[in-house]
């Protein structure tokens, strides 16, 4: 039996990190606070400097909504080296959290900070699950029909094929659990549709997908990565990374051809469209990146977060925890190892 | 001395695949036409079905133009495996016009059909350039401020340190000569900015381009690719593939954001600022991707190619041709090794 911190037989506590993100608490406590009070269905553990905690929370008028502030005297940096900073830094609001969630005080972790240290204390203080051998970190991206999960976007920059393959089971769990497909599309990114495509790893990873049990529908190119294809896309975490901040990047792109490219008359026709297309491009709306394979719920939001990208990432941790995917994950990696 | 095909001291004459691209002679021949009629400077030979060639040639008005017909009885399709397709039809477009080019009876090679029979045939009969251990696919692809040479897309899916060193060698004489740039800014895609980040092959790839006397600015990430950061950026050709195919489906994607996930009123908005938009991504002014580091001028149109856009990569033929860049390249690489 895998071991899951915080299995959720009551209303899932979500722990979020107040220090995170490029502006901290004054970002993530209201945004943080939205979730609460808007969806609510959970209770909200806000860890960091507490003066800094409560001055956000001033004026929010949260006096009805089940919120507590963990006090944490120390905060890790954007720039630090993770081991390093998880080792120096135990009462860090990130450690402390996650120290709690292994300690079920807690059912998951949200965080706009440092994506090496969130991977890092989640996999040295929670730990893998059984049957994973590397974790991967899961965002979904726009389609032209709605949205797909690409994993993993950074955490192995190398993958054997049956990381691949394992990355591409949790994918399924995730699909099914959290979007309801009851047969999710995977595919494998990779440089053409023919199955000897790729390098020798992508080659291999093919063939372990053809031969298993998910609905594997091939490879997909990226031009066709955005184009609805697939519910589930597998790769490793260089080129995922890539791709995903490619996809990131579309949107200031195109806000930089409309103000460096284009005829004033061709602004004026460009913006308004830019602000209706950035409305379905906006990485706020897709609740943060997704560590799976841990035991545990933990959620890293764009250190670059708005309000709304907090509410959404805190949002997406309490219905992870609400759905104990890690416990259903666990149990389905161990069912097909 | 690395011998090249096709040096160039006389108005450089530029074989044309006509049997390439998704359409064939009824696309590539106007295109070609296009190129020596309004830009001209080079001779064309037309390779091909002779009577397929003359149909299409009928009505463009060609009489004073320098434009030959050399009929093959053979063409070589999209589909076919390419070392097989070289081996099986000697009298097909690809390997008839790519042995005159190795003969010096033609100085440049363009085609908008199969990447892997011209990349085949370019390194079978033209082979390598001296210093040149693997050739790369390079594509120019948009930026904020104009363009940049991404490579490798798609010749070499592993690469080590030093190919990828090469490569930037390359791109940095192509910049040069083609762009006019005095220090072309030469830059790594990586999934972050740090030295440290990447494959064991890219930490390595960016101490060597650390150590080499080009203009390396670092490593670029996929949020930054398209924001007029480097002039030259290389990859392997695996992740170049992905990058750039995501490049060329952001149009398509635009599109069908604006088809299926916008209101009628916000479609209004949209359609006519994605075809101002869409003039700034159009491959079809990119001429095509270049085949660097071979003994000869082999350009790749893109399989979808129209009429414009062939015009652009013959014209990018006659000017690689015309600069003698194999020429180039290889007295660069041979000084640099």
Same mark, same amino acid.
């Given at each position: 039996?895998? !071991?899951?911190?915080?299995?959720? *037989?009551?209303?899932?506590?979500?722990?979020? &990190?107040?220090?995170?993100?490029?502006?901290? +608490?004054?970002?993530?406590?209201?945004? #943080?606070? /939205?979730?609460?009070?808007? !969806?609510?269905?959970?209770?909200?553990?806000?860890?960091?400097?507490?003066?800094?905690?409560?001055?956000?929370?001033?004026?929010? &008028?949260?006096?009805?909504? +089940?919120?507590?502030?963990?006090?944490?005297?120390?905060?890790?940096?954007?720039?630090?080296?993770?081991?390093?900073?998880?080792?120096?830094?135990?009462?860090?609001?990130?450690?402390?959290?996650?120290?709690?969630?292994?300690?079920? #005080?807690?059912?998951?972790?949200?965080?706009?900070?440092?994506?090496?240290?969130?991977?890092?204390?989640?996999?040295?203080?929670?730990?893998?699950?059984?049957?994973?051998?590397?974790? =991967?970190?899961?965002?979904?991206?726009? @389609?032209?029909?709605?949205?797909?999960?690409?994993?993993?976007?950074?955490?192995?920059?190398?993958?054997?094929?049956? %990381?691949?393959?394992?990355?591409?089971?949790?994918? /399924?769990?995730?699909?099914? !659990?959290?979007?309801?497909?009851?047969? +999710?599309?995977? #595919?494998?990114?990779?440089?053409?549709?023919?199955?000897?495509?790729?390098? !020798?790893?992508?080659? =291999?990873? %093919?063939?372990?997908?053809?031969?298993? *049990?998910?609905?594997?529908?091939?490879?997909?190119?990226?031009?066709?990565?955005? %184009?609805? &294809?697939? &519910?589930?896309?597998?790769? /490793?975490?260089? @080129?995922?990374?890539? =791709?995903?901040?490619?996809?990131?990047?579309?949107?200031?792109?195109?806000?930089?051809?409309?103000?460096?490219?284009?005829?004033?008359?061709?602004?004026?026709?460009?913006?308004?469209?830019?602000?209706?297309?950035?409305?379905?491009?906006?990485?706020?709306?897709?609740?943060?990146?997704?560590?799976?394979?841990?035991?545990?719920?933990?959620?890293?939001?764009?250190?670059?977060?708005?309000?709304?990208?907090?509410?959404?990432?805190?949002?997406?941790?309490?219905?992870?925890?609400?759905?104990?995917?890690?416990?259903?994950?666990?149990?389905?990696?161990?069912?097909? =190892?």
């Amino acid at each position: 039996m895998v !071991e899951v911190a915080g299995r959720v *037989d009551r209303i899932p506590i979500i722990a979020v &990190d107040a220090m995170g993100g490029d502006i901290g +608490p004054g970002v993530v406590v209201p945004g #943080a606070v /939205d979730a609460v009070r808007e !969806e609510g269905g959970f209770t909200l553990v806000l860890y960091g400097d507490e003066p800094a905690i409560h001055a956000a929370l001033a004026g929010l &008028d949260t006096a009805d909504l +089940p919120i507590t502030v963990h006090a944490c005297g120390q905060a890790i940096d954007m720039g630090e080296p993770p081991a390093a900073a998880i080792r120096n830094k135990p009462d860090s609001s990130i450690v402390r959290a996650i120290t709690d969630h292994k300690a079920g #005080a807690v059912d998951g972790f949200v965080s706009a900070g440092s994506t090496g240290a969130i991977v890092a204390a989640s996999l040295i203080i929670l730990g893998r699950l059984a049957a994973v051998d590397r974790p =991967a970190i899961a965002s979904r991206i726009p @389609t032209v029909s709605g949205d797909c999960l690409l994993l993993d976007i950074g955490a192995n920059v190398q993958c054997t094929p049956q %990381h691949l393959l394992t990355f591409a089971q949790m994918g /399924d769990v995730y699909a099914r !659990e959290m979007l309801g497909l009851e047969a +999710p599309r995977v #595919a494998l990114l990779n440089n053409g549709e023919e199955e000897t495509k790729g390098t !020798e790893v992508m080659v =291999a990873a %093919h063939r372990l997908l053809r031969a298993s *049990d998910l609905h594997f529908v091939g490879n997909v190119e990226g031009r066709r990565l955005m %184009h609805g &294809d697939a &519910d589930v896309v597998v790769t /490793d975490g260089f @080129t995922g990374n890539v =791709a995903l901040k490619l996809i990131e990047g579309m949107a200031p792109f195109l806000q930089g051809v409309a103000e460096r490219r284009v005829s004033p008359e061709e602004r004026a026709v460009v913006l308004p469209a830019l602000r209706i297309l950035q409305a379905r491009l906006d990485y706020a709306d897709y609740g943060g990146a997704l560590l799976l394979g841990i035991a545990g719920v933990s959620v890293i939001a764009h250190g670059a977060s708005s309000r709304r990208a907090v509410r959404n990432a805190v949002l997406a941790g309490a219905r992870l925890a609400g759905r104990d995917i890690p416990g259903r994950l666990g149990a389905r990696l161990a069912a097909g =190892a």
